[in-house]
């Protein structure tokens, strides 16, 4: 696997890797500057044939919803909490699984960088108060996802066109990606150990789920 660009500098050069981040991130797409399809010759294509596809995708939803349903309870007895800057006005009606399949009909992204969005949700967690709720769980994926794109892979796409997939406005993904960026401590890399890490627990939960359906299906 490739995994993330990483590069060491001193103090003296925090200044130049910054300049080569906003680059990167807030620059122009790279060699890639086309639109997506989610027709084939005229036929709708099985999402999970995709090249972008990942058999994560269906643990990462359910973790993902998981949290948002517990967070949204702590906030319904204790109200708002937390930071709150990455929500949304209303609880958008796509589910989060289908949220991410439109993100690999349409981002032409590697399989890879949806272990790393889930890693980057994780830094944010730790390193802010925030709260994952139905508010915010759909814009959290998305940015952990640019990040991810960008820091990831060698083709990626402008700002503009990530925030047509995800259904908000290119000024709003610019401001959660810089936000984003700052709340980690622009801490964007992944360590082979830490990828392998999270795909351990994923492919573990992935076992234990095709067990279950195994045992469900003898029953029968």
């Not at 993902?64 to 949204?72: A, N, Q, V």
């Not at 609880?91 to 989060?96: E, K, R």
């Not at 981002?107 to 889930?118: D, G, M, N």
């Amino acid at each position: 696997l490739q995994f993330l660009y990483f590069i060491e500098y001193t103090v003296g050069e925090e200044d130049a890797l910054r300049t080569w981040w906003a680059n990167r991130f807030f620059g122009k797409a790279s060699k890639a500057t086309g639109t997506g399809h989610m027709m084939s010759g005229g036929r709708k294509v099985d999402i999970k044939t995709h090249e972008s596809y990942s058999s994560y995708i269906p643990v990462i939803s359910q973790l993902l919803t998981s949290l948002s349903k517990r967070g949204d309870a702590q906030v319904k007895q204790k109200g708002p909490l937390g930071h709150g800057a990455y929500d949304g006005a209303k609880t958008p009606s796509i589910t989060l699984e289908d949220y991410m399949n439109r993100w690999v009909r349409y981002s032409f992204c590697s399989k890879e960088t949806f272990v790393l969005a889930v890693v980057y949700i994780d830094r944010l967690s730790h390193k802010t108060d925030i709260v994952i709720t139905s508010l915010n769980v759909h814009r959290l994926l998305l940015t952990s996802l640019v990040l991810a794109a960008k820091a990831r892979d060698d083709i990626y796409y402008s700002n503009k066109y990530y925030a047509s997939i995800g259904g908000i406005t290119t000024k709003e993904m610019n401001r959660l990606e810089a936000m984003w960026l700052t709340d980690i401590d622009w801490d964007v890399y992944v360590s082979p150990e830490q990828y392998h890490r999270y795909t351990s627990e994923f492919d573990s939960h992935n076992m234990y789920m095709a067990r279950e359906i195994k045992r469900s299906q003898e029953a029968r």
